[in-house]
């Protein structure tokens, strides 16, 4: 079958591995001198933000744990549903952790400004948010990134854990759709 049910997709290159590669160590660096020793708790967002966060998790050296959470904001395109709601909860109690919430890619902002919301009810110590790509100029609701792979211009991308219609989450590369 073919990647979008008869549709010709196709993708281009926009940020190779190995630049996402050396990124990513370079967060985990910082990340760690912005937190001691303390533990960090690493919060997934499924399922775009597998690929990132197994990387990020090993670039940060010293006490991490992860946990995972399901969001829904997106239908199956590339348009959004303008709703979002938890569809999958935490294992863990948040209550006096250092959490850092990672995304895939911080679009309008509706999806982290929600979850946002949600996290600080559990009492965290404190709550950062680290996103493999941003896209600034889509921004509807104003968030506040802290740890930032790559800023990208508006445009549709997949690889990296991130999908078109689900496809393409297991491209090395993050690549530009192009019909
Ligand atoms: P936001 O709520 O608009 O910030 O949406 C964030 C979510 O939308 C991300 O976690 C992705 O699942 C999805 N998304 C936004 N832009 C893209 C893209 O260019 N490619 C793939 N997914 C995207
Ligand atoms: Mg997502």
Do not use: W
């Amino acid at each position: 079958m073919d990647q979008d049910e008869g549709k010709q997709v196709r993708t281009r290159v926009l940020i190779p591995e190995e630049r996402i590669r050396a990124r990513i160590v370079e967060l985990g660096a910082q990340i760690r001198s912005d937190y001691s020793d303390r533990p960090i708790y690493l919060i997934g967002i499924l399922k775009g933000a597998v690929v990132f966060l197994s990387d990020l998790a090993r670039a940060i050296p010293g006490p991490v744990r992860i946990d995972f959470m399901g969001i829904s904001s997106y239908g199956r395109g590339k348009t959004s549903s303008g709703e979002v709601k938890v569809t999958k909860d935490l294992d863990v109690l948040l209550e006096g952790a250092d959490v850092i919430v990672v995304e895939d890619i911080v679009d309008t902002g509706v999806t982290l400004t929600y979850l946002a919301h949600v996290l600080q009810q559990r009492r965290p110590r404190s709550i950062q948010i680290a996103a493999l790509l941003d896209k600034p100029s889509r921004r509807m609701r104003p968030v506040q990134v802290k740890y930032v792979g790559f800023t990208i211009p508006d445009e549709f991308v997949v690889g990296f854990g991130l999908d078109y219609a689900e496809d393409f989450r297991n491209l090395r590369d993050v690549c530009v759709v192009e019909e």
